[in-house]
């Protein structure tokens, strides 16, 4: 049994500090939002992860897990201290560390003992190293020494119980080998891989990581809509190239493009890093512009269909960035809104879980309580996030209620033939002449 202290009780942070805790460890979970705090304490979630409530309260029952907003209560005695904030994009797209910053200000100002301080969030190279300038400088009590280690996060949302259990390795990074090595002791009981690097390379396969994600979404995107000039059906496409053993499968589904709270952010903040250093990371740039356009060409269909969009109402199922998550942070879905409202649409949406999210980072959206009743009378419907209730609808019921029956699929998941046969205009993305 280990003491830990988290962080940051979002995504990352509360899953973290669960899943210590189910490994038998005592563990705080701290975050300045009192809202968040007071929520855990009632055993409400502010956010949505399947599995993750159930896992709260067992914890929770078994007196291993705690929450609070207070440093001094959180901090001393604690063994380590996971920083799992948030690090969203700057104005340039560089990585705004000030929460980072703060947190281990914070840190510095009430920490008593030897501690081992883990970065948890996805930070540019080099920031483990100015967190151990901030506890250097700023620590209060003189003799109390520490060690800082770079542990990136590579748990998916909407799975991130099983990624933290199942993890396919963990990486730490460290200047001193025997606290990277301390830390990987806590990860012992998951049986997984464990890689021991020096700290900055650490903070770089991170974002190596997510770039080369992003670029697999982009690449097949591009291959998509060449599909689409030349007839080609881009899901038999990658599923021919994911046969393949040195390509795989996964991340190749071409779609309205990549979201959410990483990718978007990490391959800007990437692209800045190398730009400020003297690269020109021309990959990554095209990576961005690809994934921007995906969104538009759904827009672009959806125009070549109705003549205009002004004054047309288009139902989109799925706000969530993607399924099971109620992230909507840089979801294609509210791009893809946003466009069409500037064209003059009026927008009818439906998503299982992400509406109270989306509503406060949206506007002049009507939400709608089932898939059903957003189609209700629209001209179009656009399907962005492959929640799995999208899968399997009445679609008679859908095309009987429709004022024109068309079908933008965003995410490629109908098949284009049955949804003719109920009537639809059907446009999937790269899916050859009929049907993209
Ligand atoms: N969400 C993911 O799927 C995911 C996956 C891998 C890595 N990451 C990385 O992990 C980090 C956290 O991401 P997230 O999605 O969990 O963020 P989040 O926005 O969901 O949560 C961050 C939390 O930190 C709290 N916070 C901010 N400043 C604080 C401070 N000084 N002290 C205490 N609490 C503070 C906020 O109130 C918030 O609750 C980011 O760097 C992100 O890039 C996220």
């Known amino acids: 049994m280990r003491k830990i ?52 309260a067992r914890n929770v029952a078994g007196k291993r897990l705690t929450f609070t907003t207070s440093y001094p209560d959180a901090v001393p005695g604690a063994e380590f201290i996971f920083i799992a904030v948030g690090t969203p994009s700057g104005v340039d797209g560089e990585a705004d560390l000030q929460y980072v910053r703060m947190a281990a200000e914070s840190v510095a100002d009430v920490m008593t003992n030897y501690t081992i301080i883990i970065n948890k969030s996805t930070v540019p190279v080099g920031t483990g190293d100015s967190v151990a300038e901030i506890l250097r400088e700023r620590g209060k009590q003189p003799g109390v020494d520490f060690d800082v280690v770079s542990n990136p996060e590579f ?27 301390k830390v990987a002791q806590l990860y012992l009981p998951l049986r997984c891989s ?41 899901k038999e496409v990658a599923a021919g190239m994911g046969m393949d053993k040195r390509i795989g499968r996964a991340f190749l589904d ?20 190398a730009e400020i250093n003297g690269c020109h990371p021309q990959m990554l740039r095209a990576v961005m512009e690809i994934n921007r356009d995906q969104r538009r060409q759904a827009v672009t269909k959806l125009r070549d269909l109705l003549g205009t ?23 294609p879905a509210l791009d893809i809104v946003h466009i069409l409202q ?11 879980v992400a509406v109270e ?16 009743t957003a189609a209700e009378n629209a001209d179009a419907v656009v399907l962005v996030t492959e929640w799995n209730e999208f899968k399997n609808l009445d679609f008679e019921r859908v095309a009987a209620t429709m004022k024109n029956k068309i079908l933008i699929d965003g995410r490629n998941i109908y098949d284009a033939e049955r949804m003719q046969a109920f009537g639809f205009t059907y446009r999937g993305v790269g899916r050859g002449y009929g049907s993209s």
């Open 5 to 56: 202290c988290v962080i940051g009780t979002g995504y990352v942070g509360l899953v973290t500090g669960t899943c210590f805790a189910d490994l038998g460890n005592q563990v705080t979970c701290l975050d300045i939002a009192p809202d968040k705090i007071e929520k855990l304490q009632r055993g409400e979630m502010p956010i949505y992860e399947p599995g993750l409530e159930e896992l709260v």
């Open 155 to 181: 748990l998916r949302e909407g799975s991130a119980m099983f990624d933290f259990q199942m993890p396919d390795r963990v990486v730490l990074g460290s200047t001193n080998r025997a606290a990277a090595e």
């Open 194 to 234: 464990i890689m021991i690097t020096d700290l900055r390379t650490a903070e770089m396969i991170k974002y190596a990581s997510n770039a080369f994600l992003a670029t697999r979404i982009s690449f097949i995107n591009e291959i998509a809509t060449i599909c689409e000039k030349l007839g080609a059906d881009v």
């Open 254 to 273: 071409a779609g309205v493009g990549y979201g959410g709270s990483c990718f978007p952010k990490d391959v800007k903040a990437l692209t800045w890093m």
């Open 309 to 331: 969009l002004r004054g047309k109402t288009i139902a989109v199922w799925g706000v969530a960035f993607k399924p099971n998550t109620d992230d909507v942070r840089e979801s």
């Open 342 to 352: 500037t064209e003059g649409a009026h927008i009818r949406a439906y998503d299982p």
């Open 357 to 372: 999210n989306a509503r406060k980072i949206s506007h002049g959206i009507q939400f709608c309580d089932s898939a059903y």
